[in-house]
């Protein structure tokens, strides 16, 4: 029932799991006050099937959850096709999209607090949790060395 009801809020576009946030710049603020890099994904929630089986198998699974509570700020693009959207936060990711779309959705990049790229385009990197939070460990621990260099 629990994966039914999940799969039903995916299709609608609904958001679950990590708290992701949809707002630019308190992402950027929320970084360079925590000191935790921004995982940004541009996300079509309520159409594009990688983008909800990346939500329901990855972003709302409890081994991601967990890591990106502590090490994280999370931001989430949305370019709904059935949802409304907010004037000002549609207009925000206009202009994301126009700076990170790498060719399709998903597309997931770790950025520092000014939004600099610390990583490839995590997109189409798999639906295993696990190696998601080891990908994104490897990413942080690169991320930290080349700033102490």
Request: net charge negative; proline share 3%; with cysteine.
């Amino acid at each position: 029932m629990k994966h039914i009801l999940l799969t039903l809020l995916a299709s609608a576009g609904i958001a679950f799991g990590a708290d992701w946030g949809t707002d630019w710049e308190a992402a950027k603020a929320e970084s360079k006050e925590s000191g935790k890099p921004i995982l940004i994904c541009l996300t079509g929630s309520d159409w594009c099937g990688w983008c909800i089986k990346l939500e329901k198998n990855v972003f709302s699974s409890d081994t991601f959850t967990e890591f990106a509570k502590d090490k994280l700020v999370l931001m989430e693009a949305d370019y709904p096709r059935k949802k409304e959207q907010d004037a000002a936060i549609k207009k925000q990711n206009e202009a994301l999209k126009e700076q990170y779309l790498a060719g399709g959705y998903p597309t997931v990049w770790l950025l520092d607090a000014e939004g600099n790229k610390l990583s490839e385009d995590l997109g189409e990197f798999g639906q295993d949790p696990e190696a998601w939070v080891k990908k994104l460990e490897d990413l942080l621990d690169k991320a930290d060395a080349d700033a102490e260099a």
